[in-house]
Nanobody
Framework: QLRLVESGGGLVQPGGSLRLSCAAS????????IGWFRQAPGKEREGVSC????????NYANSVKGRFTISRDNAENTVYLQMNSLKPEDTAVYYC????????????????????WGKGTLVTVSS
């Protein structure tokens, strides 16, 4: 059974850091592009970052560029999103998704290029 499970969300103060994990079960992530998305209350889901299957290409939304870093560890079958200098505007449910490299071919990450989705993890940035 193919599953993606996000973890690492929680409550953090502005300026703090969190590391989100996206772990695959039932399949290997080696041949998949992985995207991170987020959805804040009352807003549409938006792409945050994307990493190609090879790891050679990474995309970031302008709002997180320079603060967030996406990486992958194929040995652990896991993709990470390191989030630094967090702002209240980063508060959202964060989702990871796996798909073809087409998913990373546009601005940030394409929803229509994703085949598998996790259930999300909540990140709250507040003092």
């Amino acid at each position: 059974q193919l599953r993606l499970v996000e973890s690492g969300g929680g409550l953090v103060q502005p300026g703090g850091s969190l590391r989100l994990s996206c772990a695959a079960s039932g399949f290997t992530l080696d041949y998949y592009a992985i995207g991170w998305f987020r959805q804040a209350p009352g807003k549409e889901r938006e792409g945050v970052s994307c990493i190609s299957s090879s790891g050679g290409l990474t995309n970031y939304a302008n709002s997180v560029k320079g603060r967030f870093t996406i990486s992958r560890d194929n040995a652990e079958n896991t993709v990470y999103l390191q989030m630094n200098s967090l702002k209240p505007e980063d508060t959202a449910v964060y989702y990871c998704a796996a798909g073809t490299d087409y998913a990373c071919s546009g601005y940030v990450s394409r929803d229509d290029g994703m085949d598998y989705w996790g259930k999300g993890t909540l990140v709250t940035v507040s003092s």
